[in-house]
């Protein structure tokens, strides 16, 4: 079942703008991960943030995390036409004993028209 | 960070017939996994490889389809056995690095007819 879950799910700016894009998960997490997705290849690593970080920054990345609302936003500043791509919020959740996995949120697409 | 290859890329096979991907990750990683991702949807963890014991699959993933092998560290081979067309997705496996990160490879694109 899918935990993270992103809105909105589709974003479309104009080169320059900020794009901001939320992701909410359901369970206790250990951390939060970003991935960028271009048009079927292979996910770009972003940022990750840990259950007890409140913000990361990255370049023109930033990430917060609230645990007591079980949601993270991603803000990409600035952005350029080669931010254009799908992307994903995935959680590691806390379970005791068990190895870590990811679950993926459905994604964003996002579209910086220049 | 880790860098993770895989093989082949994109393949298109007719029905019945089984595909052997391998992924290459260029450091020791402690874990590794293998995903789908269906056309147009998000991923979903098909399961991980252990290294020298049977892999750990999610629900709805059984080994007789998607056997997994993972000999070493930094080597593993998923098999999509019997394939369908339902089979076409994108597969792509994945190695936890330092500090929990996990990178992807760049995935490879099945079309089954």
């Known amino acids: 079942s899918q935990q993270g879950e992103e809105d909105p799910q589709a974003l479309s700016i104009q080169e320059g703008e900020n794009a901001t894009m939320n992701c909410s998960y359901k369970?206790?997490?250990?951390?939060l991960q970003w991935y960028r997705q271009n048009s079927g290849r292979g996910l770009v690593h972003l940022i990750l943030?840990?259950?007890?970080?409140r913000e990361k920054h990255s370049g023109r990345l930033r990430v917060t995390l609230d645990t007591s609302k079980k949601s993270s936003s991603l803000l990409i500043t600035a952005s350029r036409a080669a931010d254009t791509a799908s992307y994903f919020c995935?959680?590691?959740?806390?379970?005791?004993?068990?190895?870590?996995?990811?679950?993926f949120g459905k994604g964003i697409t996002l579209s910086v028209r220049p | 960070s880790a860098v993770i290859s895989q093989k082949p890329s994109r393949d298109i096979c007719q029905r019945g017939t089984s595909l052997t991907i391998q992924c290459q990750v260029d450091?020791?990683?402690?874990?590794m996994f293998w995903y789908r991702q269906q056309p147009g949807q998000s991923l979903t963890l098909i399961a991980t490889?252990?290294?020298?014991?049977?892999?750990?699959?999610e629900s709805g993933f059984v080994i007789d389809k998607f056997p997994i092998s993972r000999p070493n560290l930094t080597f593993s081979t998923l098999t999509v056995s019997n394939m369908s067309p339902e089979d076409s997705s994108i597969y792509l496996c994945?190695?936890?690095?330092?500090?929990?990160?996990?990178?992807f490879g760049p995935g490879t694109r099945l079309l089954v007819l």
């Open positions: 995935a959680t590691d959740e806390k379970e005791t004993g068990a190895n870590s996995k990811l679950t």
């Open positions: 369970t206790s997490i250990n951390n």
């Open positions: 943030i840990r259950s007890n970080e």
């Open positions: 450091s020791q990683v402690t874990m």
């Open positions: 490889a252990n290294q020298g014991s049977e892999a750990t699959y």
């Open positions: 994945s190695g936890e690095g330092a500090q929990e990160t996990q990178y």
